[in-house]
T-cell receptor
Framework: KAGVTQTPRYLIKTRGQQVTLSCSPISGHRSVSWYQQTPGQGLQFLFE???????NKGNFPGRFSGRQFSNSRSEMNVSTLELGDSALYLC???????????????FGAGSRLTVL | AQSVAQPEDQVNVAEGNPLTVKCTYSVSGNPYLFWYVQYPNRGLQFLLK??????LVKGSYGFEAEFNKSQTSFHLKKPSALVSDSALYFC???????????FGKGTRLSVIA
């Protein structure tokens, strides 16, 4: 069974540019969450999507946006990049419901963004 | 809002000794508690979870955690540490509603041979 796939794995951008990151969840998982990981702040929650609807949103500026498609794949976009946006962006998918696998996030390897 | 604290940035332990990584949490309702591990240049891997039931939860790679409601703690333990256990460990919590999973800042575990 394929895991969570994130693309691209590494990218370098300059200040003011925008970036789009992609996440393909595990087959059958309809919930996708995004996190930003930095050495100083740990993992900070960005968004959570379920069936193309944003269920939760973290405390990030409006430059950070996301969406989910009908096949559960998700993208996040960061516009007008700042130096402080340099981070590892992690996507995770999960099953909803009451079964033993429910609520367990399965993470992708992440997309490492460097802003120069 | 839920929150989680990992009071130690770094834990050092000798190989073969027991290890404990501490976690305390705060939620408004019933907690769903998780431990994840991150190896270098990798995503997070699920270790174990507590939703309901027995307070002692057993997980992957010989790890276990004890849910203590009165102390709002969920410490991760292993009876005998291995060098390969060296990694970054994250505790996470959500309540039983539709709230996001919130992570602690992580504890770096170093197991010394």
């Amino acid at each position: 069974k394929a895991g969570v796939t994130q693309t691209p794995r590494y990218l370098i951008k300059t200040r003011g540019q925008q970036v789009t990151l992609s996440c393909s969840p595990i087959s059958g998982h309809r919930s996708v969450s995004w996190y930003q990981q930095t050495p100083g702040q740990g993992l900070q929650f960005l968004f959570e999507y379920f069936s193309e609807t944003q269920r939760n949103k973290g405390n990030f500026p409006g430059r950070f946006s996301g969406r989910q498609f009908s096949n559960s794949r998700s993208e996040m976009n960061v516009s007008t990049l700042e130096l402080g946006d340099s981070a590892l962006y992690l996507c995770a998918s999960s099953l909803m419901g009451q079964g033993s696998g429910a609520n367990v996030l399965t993470f992708g390897a992440g997309s490492r963004l460097t802003v120069l | 809002a839920q929150s989680v604290a990992q009071p130690e940035d770094q834990v050092n332990v000798a190989e073969g000794n027991p290890l404990t990584v501490k976690c305390t949490y705060s939620v408004s309702g019933n907690p769903y508690l998780f431990w994840y591990v991150q190896y270098p240049n990798r995503g997070l891997q699920f270790l174990l979870k507590y939703i309901t039931g027995d307070n002692l939860v057993k997980g992957s790679y010989g790890f276990e955690a004890e849910f203590n409601k009165s102390q709002t703690s969920f410490h991760l333990k292993k009876p005998s540490a291995l060098v390969s256990d060296s990694a970054l460990y994250f505790c996470a919590v959500r309540d039983s509603g539709n709230t996001p999973l919130v992570f602690g800042k992580g504890t770096r575990l170093s197991v010394i041979a």
